[in-house]
């Protein structure tokens, strides 16, 4: 049973955590780390926590934890990880971050996308990127993981055995991607009220989104070449999920039936995701509550381009499920333990 | 591990069960049973379920089931289950009857509010009625449970403490309830269309709700004189949560803190019912995916009267999560087996 | 051709007075007046408004108002009416006070509900409560019209017929409202965040709502004796609409029927009031972005008591619709000039 | 003032007619015809109509349909319009049909798509396009309009400038298309069920959606040579709104300032149509219940494209309020008049 804390108790990425580790058998939830309301209860902000958490949320104490905590999440805004992750060098502590601090390999691109200043390109190096799925093996190596972002999560699992099958061109990529609110996080805005966020859909941040450089360095990464992508953003009225509706050009006759058997052959050990029969397009609901991606795929031969949907709960693959999941990796144990659950229909 | 089978499997209340039952150590799904889809694969259906169920769903066959399973769950239409349990007799089957067959203990009652052809008195009268946290002993002996509805559910938790405290009086009690449209079930009404059902609330079926009955026989027992409620109920633009807000005459001075504190005395050994601390009430989503009610409670000087409102999941606590907390109490299970984990939030 | 003031320019109240000024032939918009962001365009804010609205908001100035406009509409929070109206005393602008300044007849409870100073005694004498079908004569001759609340409006519009024709004792009144998330206005709070608003219901300010006194003293007013009600308020995930579902003991025996053909007779000459036929109840998007208050009744005569169910949109007979009703009244114009309109629907 | 009869009375085509011409000076409604419903009144089935209509619905009778209505909208399933606008030859009346039956030019398209017999090639030729920004001139002259799809009117308004200035290029163009389900009509279906639609997107008809051909159709007549494009549409849980977010290949160098010149050029003279400035793109929300089509563009030189959102409201821009403005452009009244109202917002 190895012990572990969360860094950023509050936010939702927290929260899914405490959700998932639950129902996890080799990991106790130890410490819950919050800056901003240390020594509270955190049913006292969350009150369907009630009953499940006894000790109150605690200060960052760097020597303290050393000692305690065997794993530890940051589910932290942006910024916090690549502070104190140098500071536990010298323990052993298995370090997963859910921001975005280590997901860039340029720092320049990094301060460019996120306007604050880069994490040491040695403690970025040192990371490894955390699609479970795609880099099984450094996972399973690493000791500290840059947990993907949601969007991205979606669009590579959608995209690289498309790229990796010589389906689809590198040029010409477009990703269409739509989110439920819970992405923004817990902080009220106007851009998460609900009186302007219900019954509407609102584009965001087009052409500037940090999930773009996210999913280009992978793609690129993949395909050997430098890829760049047309990606959007819209917030949609629900909490959770999230879908990524992609559009490549095909590099090659072929069938929706022939890609279909590509992708089922290529995510074939991997059972969280899962690709559709021809003919079946996923919803976001289909994953709610879960650790899965879903695919459908359709080429359309008439404008001569393929359309992948991949949808994910953007809390669980898209955040806190895959960081347990890249846990599981790193630990020996089985992927899919404390995960392997049918998601909340209807 | 016993064998488990389910009747009426293309509902939410069977596809709930499955969702529960997949992480259940002591119980095996073995057979979904369909009349109208036999022979399909769930999954077609509820392509959530993929990869977890591998047989398709199965016409219903009494000589059959009585081999290969223990307990059966039946989450089907008014009419089915009172025809069906008959059959069984002589085998040792435990039967959990999620539909109103056997909640009302006059034939004639019944056929008054739910417009149909009563169940034989004596099979009524073996069936007991499952509200876990108020009939625990009798469950235990029980070979039959009629399971509650999801409203009487909700209203007998968060009333009876205050009935058998002698906080309220007999007489006055309002009840008003409001529920997600999961409720109302799979088949797609007018009632349920998405454009008229969205930012909108309905008030429904009102004086003539077959809940009214269901209440007013279950207070009336606790009171041991004649109950009559004002009930209504209202559908709310969600999928799941339901919650009844709860109206009653004082019957003596007392404050809204020694209510509270007789609640929490009386649910002490009831991990399911968590009372709220005064000045806090429960929202739906608290217990939202989970077989927790959670009650509030306000003693309103004013106007000489109690408020007290009761959440549930209609679909868990309303439905399959107190169905499982039965078959745990049947069966000499931890009560909590399969059930104690956190509502999904947010 | 009146000229037109609003102040309190950004909010919902004024935002809906500016949609249903546009339509209306003998008024014109001639001021925006906003406290926190004069200099700037409505439409930066609101680009639905883009086109419609040419000067920039203002920042008050009162000795101009007095030139400038005829009518003033308050769409303040509390507070700010009350310090305003009486540096306009002198000039014949008409003053309508969409905030709770003027609405409860006595100061100290103003000051225990709100919290706040009350205004002076005298300006809260002056002030007419513009419930438009309940003191249309008085709002004829008044300069300074009292908006009712949202809750207050559905309520009384609900109860005060059975009060007046002696249906229902004073007694044992219950009032469970349901409110769509607008009525918290535009600020962004953890109350109306969407993330955790959707999919929910939140009881909020039990007992503590200041729209209880507002209530009590007009149905004490209507009644001649102290009334005092139990009321509850909801959050449900919706943005406009709100019903109050109200529950009164019977004072003699009658049937629905009676009472619909008495409560279609007390508003006979009100347009828009449509109370329903026997067996219909009224949901809250039959009257969306519209002026009306659909109203249904149920006689229960197993409980003794009728169910009065009051629905209307918040933002327009609950705020900005009544006003302007108000303002037809105070001027002698059609009733219904610029609201005869058809609610928004599906 | 000009008599007006809708086919189709029931469905949320025939409702928003109806709400539209309430406030319009030259049109009267004088006719419902329902096949289904005839003799029955529209407020039995949409209570939020009770006082406005007084007539119950009728059935269809060509030769008084001649006698009494000048102008006869169509809002009726496919394969209707066809049938009956043939019949009325002779007659003076303008025919605006809100069905697909007229918009492919080729019959043996309409057949591919649609699944069903086309209309006489004859009379779609005599049929006018109701594109209102775009065709002006032939609306004029028109007797016979066929009324666009909802997202084509989106997606055309939203390319056309870019196509017509040389923009973009005429392949590689991709349409991601969002709706609320109001789009999908009032029948009750598996996919408009609320349980399942609600925190849901679906992606739907992926390929072989009959909106493909009409965005084409119109396209290559602007460009002159054969344009296809990648077309998605996704279902999202709203009820009224619609974006096409679309992505063209630049034709070359520009700027997002000086393509929004070009755009607010092209629709100078249109006042439905409102393009943003820089930085600012449009939600569905801000064009609620309005005839406005609000654009957003973004010039993304890392993937050579512009990204732009066009958002309408399907019922009236995409339906219902577009059959207006053409009905006023062949009568010769203000293009805006009964239009010209403020979106509903929140």
């Known amino acids: 049973m190895k012990n572990v804390g969360i860094i950023g108790g509050t936010g939702?990425?927290?929260?899914?955590?405490?959700?998932l580790l639950q129902t996890h058998e080799h990991m106790q939830l130890k410490k819950i780390i919050s800056h901003s309301q240390h020594g509270e209860q955190i049913a006292a902000i969350y009150p369907h926590l009630t009953d499940f958490i006894e000790d109150p949320m605690q200060e960052l104490q760097i020597?303290?934890?050393?000692?305690?905590?065997?794993?530890?999440?940051?589910?932290?805004?942006?910024?916090?990880?690549?502070?104190?992750?140098?500071?536990?060098?010298?323990?052993?502590?298995?370090?997963?971050?859910?921001?975005?601090?280590?997901?860039?390999?340029?720092?320049?691109?990094?301060?460019?996308?996120?306007?604050?200043?880069?994490?040491?390109?040695?403690?970025?190096?040192?990371?490894?990127?955390?699609?479970?799925?795609?880099?099984?093996?450094?996972?399973?190596?690493?000791?500290?993981?840059?947990?993907?972002?949601?969007?991205?999560?979606?669009?590579?699992?959608?995209?690289?055995?498309?790229?990796?099958?010589?389906?689809?061109?590198?040029?010409?990529?477009?990703?269409?991607?739509?989110?439920?609110?819970s992405g923004a996080g817990r902080t009220p805005t106007a851009m998460t009220h609900y009186s302007e966020t219900n019954e509407n859909i609102k584009p965001y941040k087009i052409g500037k989104h940090q999930h773009i450089p996210e999913i280009e360095q992978y793609l690129t990464a993949q395909a050997k070449e430098p890829i760049t992508v047309a990606f959007t953003t819209h917030l949609v009225p629900m909490t959770r999920g999230l879908i990524c509706t992609m559009y490549g050009q095909l590099a090659k006759e072929t069938s929706t039936e022939e890609v279909i058997k590509q992708y089922q052959s290529f995510y074939e050990n991997h059972p969280f995701v899962r690709v559709r029969e021809e003919g079946s397009f996923p919803t976001t609901k289909d994953v709610y509550a879960s650790n899965y991606c879903?695919?459908?795929?359709?080429?359309?031969?008439?404008?001569?381009?393929?359309?992948?949907?991949?949808?994910?709960?953007?809390?669980?693959?898209?955040?806190?499920?895959?960081?347990?999941?890249?846990?599981?990796?790193?630990?020996?144990?089985?992927?899919?333990?404390?995960?392997?659950?049918?998601p909340v229909y209807p």
Request: hydrophobic share 40%.
């Open 63 to 181: 020597e303290s934890l050393k000692d305690e905590v065997d794993i530890l999440f940051f589910a932290t805004p942006a910024g916090i990880a690549k502070e104190i992750i140098p500071q536990l060098a010298g323990s052993t502590i298995q370090c997963i971050d859910l921001s975005g601090d280590l997901r860039l390999g340029s720092p320049s691109e990094y301060e460019y996308w996120y306007g604050k200043k880069a994490a040491p390109k040695q403690l970025i190096d040192k990371a490894v990127y955390g699609l479970s799925e795609i880099y099984p093996e450094q996972i399973k190596q690493a000791t500290i993981i840059s947990n993907p972002g949601c969007f991205p999560t979606s669009a590579l699992l959608g995209l690289i055995p498309a790229l990796e099958k010589k389906v689809i061109l590198e040029s010409g990529i477009v990703i269409d991607g739509k989110t439920g609110v």
């Open 12 to 19: 939702y990425g927290a929260i899914e955590l405490i959700r």
């Open 294 to 342: 879903d695919i459908g795929i359709h080429v359309d031969q008439r404008s001569n381009r393929i359309i992948i949907a991949s949808v994910i709960d953007n809390l669980v693959k898209g955040a806190a499920g895959q960081a347990i999941q890249n846990v599981n990796l790193m630990n020996g144990w089985e992927e899919t333990h404390g995960l392997h659950t049918i």
